[in-house]
């Protein structure tokens, strides 16, 4: 309940409270035209948002001593927030392949994820960020147990357009069981990528 206070021509004539409901019912109509207006702000993804291919190198951070190659691949999906000239959001999924070494040993890693990538067609600068699973052909690796062949991919990337379809960036990564086994040891990577839109 909300105390709600009418005023008449000589001030407050009564003192009441309404519920939430009453409330929404009475504002009903502004509440459907904010719901439109948000729907408008997403549209379809266009073509400057098309597929891309790269390859990844990096390094752990800390003393673990892993270091890994990568191969991805990312296409957009539908929808867009904002404003398809300037500053916006649009959605990927990427799946990705890669060795990852340590003390002598490697192991295969295999994954798909979503992210969420901000950019304009006027800046060169873009940001993504994003999480999905990743299969690991081992469960331990370079003194490090982790707990499970399945592990999740949480990451960061800030990345630099170079020419029209060429793109530089560099990401961190966290990859871990999520606490979904034990032990949950994990390992993060940094590392650079470029890759190329078609």
Same mark, same amino acid.
């Given at each position: 309940m909300i105390p709600w206070v009418r005023w008449g021509r000589a001030g407050p004539r009564c003192c009441r409270s309404i519920t939430w409901k009453s409330l929404y019912m009475r504002h009903r109509s502004q509440a459907h035209w904010l719901l439109l207006a948000s729907l408008f702000m997403i549209t379809p993804a266009t073509a400057p948002s098309a597929a891309e291919i790269g390859v990844r190198a990096g390094a752990s951070l800390g003393d673990a001593g892993f270091n890994s190659q990568e191969i991805y691949w990312r296409t957009p999906l539908p929808g867009r927030l904002g404003d398809p000239r300037g500053w916006n959001a649009t959605s990927r999924l990427e799946l990705n392949a890669a060795r990852? *070494?340590?003390?002598?040993?490697?192991?295969?890693?295999?994954?798909?994820?979503?992210?969420?990538? *901000?950019g304009s067609p006027r800046s060169p600068v873009g940001f993504g960020l994003g999480t999905g699973p990743t299969y690991i052909s081992q469960t331990s690796l370079g003194g490090r147990d982790f707990g499970s062949n399945w592990q999740f991919t949480s990451w960061a990337t800030a990345q630099l357009r170079v020419d029209r379809n060429l793109f530089i960036g560099y990401r961190v990564q966290h990859t871990s069981n999520a606490g979904l086994s034990s032990p949950n040891q994990g390992y993060n990577l940094q590392a650079l990528e470029a890759h190329v839109r078609f």
């Open positions: 990852l *070494a340590a003390a002598g040993d490697s192991m295969v890693t295999a994954g798909g994820n979503v992210g969420v990538w *901000a």
